[in-house]
Structures are given as structure tokens and as C-alpha cells.
């Protein structure tokens, strides 16, 4: 690949050279359009994580006629060359902002502990005040516990990880964040954190398989059979397409 032309530049020119239009290419890839639009402008940062880009890149390569491995490699160079280091998916950079607030949090509630009862703190205050004999915390504070949220946060979280082991298609939606879709490969694996509800489409159930919480699932369907999957705090059933909205 010419050095001064970018992946998406070169697979676009393929694709129009086959005259294979970008719908054509979502319906043979199960692939959404903005997607593929968004490799062929190299706009990486509107993509699911590299693990899944180098899946749409696959099918990608195989509906045009190229090499997957070619392009794969081809990806891996550009992403080191035009990339900058870029950090965790949209989804994680949310949760890492939600627990810095926790920890701001719990610093702030802890340096408001000191000012009540650090004891040297009390003899200074005691010696400025005379008439005051006894300084006692406001009835709130007495019973908050500083840890108290962080460990609330994490009773709540729920946890899935997955595993192919067929090619299989996926929907996924964590909470009220934008559904995501994937293909994966064999061997290829993922996790996810939510609070309230993941929801999992399934269109290979019997590629994939499931832990929830730390307990993996038996097989939830059949190869080729679509599943719907509600995971929740109190646990995780099948949940029929028409009882679902997409956002």
C-alpha cells in the first residue's frame, strides 16, 4: 500500500472497482453502513474496539476479493503509523469517570472526617474556643461510612464476558448507552460492565459462550438459532424480539 494513501482510501477504490455498492457490502457483511462508512473514511474513533474493527475488516476483504491477512496487516501498520495513542472505548472512559467521581467523593466525605476528629485539631479548637467544651459532628456525618458508595457501586455491577467459537453476529446494548454490533471470529472474546442491564442478540447462539457473573452459562441455543438475552440483577432470561425497542 502506498504510504501516502490510507486503508479506507484503498478499499473504497476495490470495492467502486467491483462496483459493489457500500449497501451491497453491508447486506453480504451484516455490517451496518455507518460502519463501513466510517472504515473507508479511516474514522476509527466512531468504531467498536480494534478487536472488533479487524473483524468488519475480514468480511470486509472477503466480499471485495482481497486478502484478509494482507489487509489486517496493512491495518495493524497504519494504526501504529496515523493513531495516536488512544485510550479505553467510549464505554470504559464513562465508567472510569464514574469511579474518579466516586474517589473524589470519598477523599471529600474523608477530609470533612478530619476536621471533625482529628485529635490535634480538637485541642487547637478547644483552646481557641473556651466556652466550647465539646465539639460533636452534625448527626449525618456520625452515621456515613466513607467507602460506603464505592462499595454500593460494586454490588450493583453486572458482568458478562463472551467467548466465540463460531463466526456469530452480535447486538449488544449496556444500560442506556447506543446498541453496538460485532462479528467475531473463533477464539475471538470480549467482556462487559453495566449497572441495570445488558441486553445480547445473538445471531449465532450456538457460537458463542456466556459467563455472567463470574458463572458460565450453559449454551443458550442451537448453531444458526437468533436469541434474545436479558442480563439484570437478578439474573438473565430470554426476552422475545418484538418485546424489545431499539433505541
Given at each position: 500500500m502506498d504510504e501516502r494513501s490510507s486503508l479506507g482510501a484503498l478499499l473504497r477504490a476495490y470495492r467502486e472497482s467491483k462496483k459493489i455498492s457500500l449497501?451491497?457490502?453491508?447486506?453480504?457483511?451484516?455490517?451496518r453502513e455507518?460502519?463501513?462508512?466510517?472504515?473507508e473514511e479511516d474514522r476509527y474513533e466512531d468504531l467498536p474496539p480494534p478487536i472488533y474493527i479487524k473483524g468488519f475488516l475480514s468480511s470486509y476483504a472477503k466480499v471485495v476479493g482481497l486478502n484478509p491477512k494482507d489487509i489486517l496487516l496493512q491495518y495493524d501498520q497504519f494504526f501504529r503509523r496515523e493513531l495516536p495513542p488512544s485510550g479505553e472505548p467510549r464505554l470504559r472512559r464513562s465508567w472510569d469517570r464514574r469511579q474518579w467521581g466516586m474517589i473524589g467523593g470519598v477523599f471529600f466525605i474523608s477530609f470533612l472526617f478530619s476536621l471533625f476528629f482529628h485529635p490535634y485539631l480538637?485541642?487547637?479548637?478547644?483552646?481557641t474556643s473556651p466556652k466550647e467544651t465539646e465539639i460533636k459532628p452534625p448527626s449525618s456525618l456520625q452515621t456515613l461510612s466513607v467507602q460506603e458508595p464505592f462499595f454500593e457501586e460494586?454490588?450493583?455491577?453486572?458482568?458478562?464476558?463472551?467467548?466465540?467459537?463460531?463466526?456469530?453476529?452480535?447486538?449488544?446494548?449496556?444500560?442506556?448507552?447506543?446498541?453496538r454490533e460485532m462479528l467475531?471470529?473463533?477464539?475471538?472474546?470480549?467482556?462487559?460492565?453495566?449497572?441495570?442491564?445488558?441486553?445480547?442478540?445473538?445471531?449465532?447462539?450456538?457460537?458463542?459462550?456466556?459467563?455472567f457473573n463470574g458463572r458460565p452459562l450453559e449454551k443458550v441455543g442451537r448453531s444458526g438459532e437468533v436469541v434474545h438475552l436479558i442480563f439484570n440483577p437478578q439474573g438473565w432470561?430470554?426476552?422475545?424480539?418484538?418485546g424489545i425497542q431499539n433505541p
Open positions: 449497501k451491497e457490502l453491508a447486506r453480504q457483511t451484516k455490517i455507518h460502519f463501513l462508512r466510517a472504515i480538637g485541642i487547637f479548637l478547644k483552646k460494586e454490588k450493583r455491577l453486572l458482568s458478562l464476558k463472551i467467548v466465540a467459537t463460531e463466526k456469530v453476529w452480535i447486538r449488544l446494548q449496556v444500560d442506556d448507552q447506543p446498541q467475531l471470529n473463533p477464539g475471538e472474546e470480549d467482556s462487559f460492565q453495566g449497572l441495570h442491564q445488558i441486553y445480547l442478540h445473538i445471531g449465532n447462539a450456538g457460537g458463542l459462550n456466556l459467563t432470561e430470554f426476552k422475545r424480539p418484538e
